[in-house]
């Protein structure tokens, strides 16, 4: 664990190099914290700037986490979603080799108000399923996801199959549904209060919010808003 100051590589770069290595290895392993500053300043023999830019450059590409306080861990591996065609959860996480588990939070059949009735492009008061549910990954809270379908479209929907399998093949075995098209906008937000619960991460943790509408030939059958966590996922676009 020497740091060559004679070297052309910078010496925060090559401290980066060291604890990476580490991290491959499995000596660092996932959320392990690192030694404090003055500790690392000790191992390396580097000065406090030295180890500062290491640590802001190892979080930069989403290697450590820094928590004011607390001080820096190594991040977990995220999760990479494609997002190309319409894809599912359930079975991106399969491929990933994760056993997949979901939480009912809430379900609830409700007339929409003016903010859903524009999202779905259909009248103030329609009947719309409503229901939030935790999606889970080995156990861990990933992601949480409130959908609004309408109850014309889906007659009869169970509630009792949302914590058993994917809802896009509910939909499209059960109810026929032939989706055209899916439009989805991603935004960085903070964790609210009640979402840091369910997501078991800290208060204003950061993490993606997601707004779906999927159609069936022009028409709206799915308003969907998901609640990602930042340290999880990361999301990949392929453009042609």
Aim: glycine share 4%; aromatic share 8%.
């Amino acid at each position: 664990m020497e740091i060559n100051k004679s070297s052309r590589i910078p010496a925060y770069v090559q401290l980066m190099d060291s604890l990476f290595a580490q991290m491959e290895d499995g000596s660092l392993p996932e959320e392990a914290k690192l030694p404090s500053e003055r500790e690392l300043c000790d191992i390396y023999a580097v000065s406090r700037t030295t180890v500062r830019q290491a640590m802001q450059e190892l979080e930069k590409d989403g290697y450590v986490n820094i928590y004011k306080g607390r001080g820096t861990y190594v991040a977990a591996k995220r999760l990479n979603q494609e997002m190309s065609g319409l894809y599912s959860f359930t079975e991106s996480m399969k491929q990933l080799g994760k056993t997949i588990s979901t939480k009912l939070v809430t379900f609830e059949q409700i007339k929409c108000d003016e903010r859903i009735a524009r999202k779905m492009q259909c009248a103030v008061g329609t009947e719309i399923f409503r229901f939030t549910r935790v999606r889970y990954a080995d156990n861990e809270p990933m992601l949480i996801v409130t959908t609004h379908l309408p109850c014309s479209r889906f007659p009869g929907f169970d509630a009792e199959n949302l914590t058993t399998g994917s809802l896009y093949s509910m939909m499209v075995d059960t109810h026929n549904v032939t989706f055209s098209k899916v439009r989805e906008t991603l935004q960085s937000v903070r964790v609210r209060n009640g979402e840091d619960t369910l997501l078991q991460v800290e208060h204003d943790a950061p993490c993606m919010k997601i707004d779906r509408y999927s159609f069936e030939k022009d028409t709206p059958i799915e308003y969907a808003v998901g609640i990602a966590r930042g340290d999880k996922f990361e999301y990949h676009v392929e453009l042609r």
